[in-house]
């Protein structure tokens, strides 16, 4: 059973839409993260949150904005999708020493 | 220089071989550190912590050493179903900061 959700799982959307993909722990985690990878690739940190109101970019570049008003949901959004958008979007949540809970995933595909 | 490194493979054994990756991490400060396993277009899921003791799980088995800032997996009596790509993973900064590593291929052939 998941305590971190992600949804939509897929989505397929034209060029200049704006989407959010959705993203909740049930684990009471201060810390919640997102993650994009492409097939075979690494992870690449592009969000991340330490509590309520606390938003930081990560190590990758990225187009997409976040926000944290509730400790359990940390949604991403894209103003205005592109191709170059195309991934998958990993949300992570951890709390104060084990380990990391990764979502499920949004695989989006722009087109 | 990375601040975790991982071999990227893959490393291609038959079923039954024992196998052995090892990830090296620059922060010598870092606290804890895990080996998580990602299988084609899913998440990745924790696999293991790693202590300095060693920590073994059925036919796997995580070392930890700090003196050479390296962490390790062995699988022994590798199975089909061990196929997947190994994420070391290092917390570091009071569990502020994460770092994953780039992962390491395993393909067991039957």
């Known amino acids: 059973e998941a305590d971190i959700y992600q949804t939509p799982r897929y989505l397929v959307i034209g060029t200049g839409k704006k989407i959010t993909l959705e993203c909740s722990q049930t684990?009471?985690?201060?810390?919640m993260y997102w993650y994009q990878q492409d097939p075979g690739m690494e992870l690449h940190l592009i969000h991340y949150?330490?509590?309520?109101?606390?938003?930081e970019k990560g190590d990758l570049s990225s187009e997409s904005t976040v926000s944290r008003i509730r400790t359990e949901h940390f949604p991403l959004t894209l103003e205005s999708a592109r191709p170059s958008h195309t991934s998958q979007y990993l949300c992570?949540?951890?709390?104060?020493?084990?380990?990391?809970?990764f979502g499920s995933g949004t695989r989006l595909t722009v087109v | 220089r990375k601040e975790v490194e991982q071999d990227p493979g893959p490393f291609n054994v038959p079923e039954g071989a024992t196998v052995a990756f090892n990830c090296t991490y620059s922060?010598?400060?870092?606290?804890?550190f895990f080996w998580y396993r990602q299988d084609c277009r899913k998440e990745p899921k924790l696999l293991m912590s790693v202590y300095s003791s060693g920590n073994e799980d059925g036919r796997f088995t995580a070392q930890l050493n700090r003196a050479s800032q390296y962490i390790s997996l062995l699988i022994r009596d590798s199975k089909l179903s061990d196929s997947a790509t190994y994420l070391c993973v290092v917390f570091s900064g009071g569990y502020q900061k994460v770092t994953f590593g780039t992962g390491t291929k395993l393909q067991v052939i039957p």
């Open positions: 992570a949540s951890t709390g104060t020493s084990y380990g990391y809970t």
């Open positions: 684990m009471g985690h201060d810390k």
């Open positions: 949150s330490y509590g309520v109101n606390s938003t």
């Open positions: 922060n010598s400060a870092s606290q804890s």
